[in-house]
């Protein structure tokens, strides 16, 4: 395994999200690299992203550019559990991270890594809380590094 982070948001990797306020705020601008476009939730929490990937990867570090006011301030970052078994995909909590309210790229860096060091398939980020009174989430940009088993 290289020891180099490479992105692992390519286009094999498959994204899910809980809603979308609107087609012209949906998930495809999550990763689209434009500094204009966007994804924002309907209101209410928990709202969250999903990530399946094609390959079994490490996920190490992640940055996220949310629109201040719009902020998943309480984030918990989700893997599949060891226990589940071809059916239903269960959830269980690998590490938390906290955004502040701010318009510029927020970076995270996974300490956590025992529990995905075999590699991971899914990842879930769950936005618990948001700084919009209503529940709203918005990201412009979502990058996430590690490598691939």
């Known amino acids: 395994m290289s020891t180099e982070l490479q992105s692992l948001l390519s286009v094999d990797a498959t994204i899910k999200v809980s809603?979308?306020?609107?087609?012209?705020?949906?998930?495809?601008?999550?990763?689209?690299?434009?500094?204009?476009?966007?994804?924002t939730s309907q209101q209410g929490t928990p709202q969250y992203i999903q990530i399946s990937f094609d390959?079994?990867?490490v996920p190490?570090?992640?940055?996220?550019?949310?629109?201040?006011?719009?902020?998943?301030t309480r984030c918990s970052v989700e893997v599949p559990s060891k226990s589940a078994d071809g059916?239903?995909?269960?959830w269980e909590p690998?590490?938390?991270?906290?955004p502040e309210d701010v318009n510029r790229m927020q970076t995270?860096?996974?300490s956590n890594e025992e529990r995905v060091?075999?590699?991971?398939?899914?990842l879930r980020l769950v936005f618990q809380e948001s700084s919009d009174f209503f529940g709203r989430i918005t990201v412009y940009d979502l990058q996430l590094y590690g490598n691939v088993v």
Do not use: A, M, N
């Open 19 to 39: 809603s979308t306020l609107d087609k012209s705020v949906g998930k495809k601008f999550l990763t689209d690299g434009s500094p204009e476009t966007c994804w």
């Open 60 to 72: 190490k570090r992640i940055s996220i550019t949310f629109q201040g006011g719009f902020v998943g």
């Open 108 to 110: 995270f860096e996974f």
């Open 87 to 90: 059916g239903k995909v269960e």
């Open 117 to 122: 060091k075999d590699g991971i398939q899914r």
């Open 94 to 98: 690998w590490t938390s991270i906290y």
């Open 55 to 57: 390959k079994p990867v």
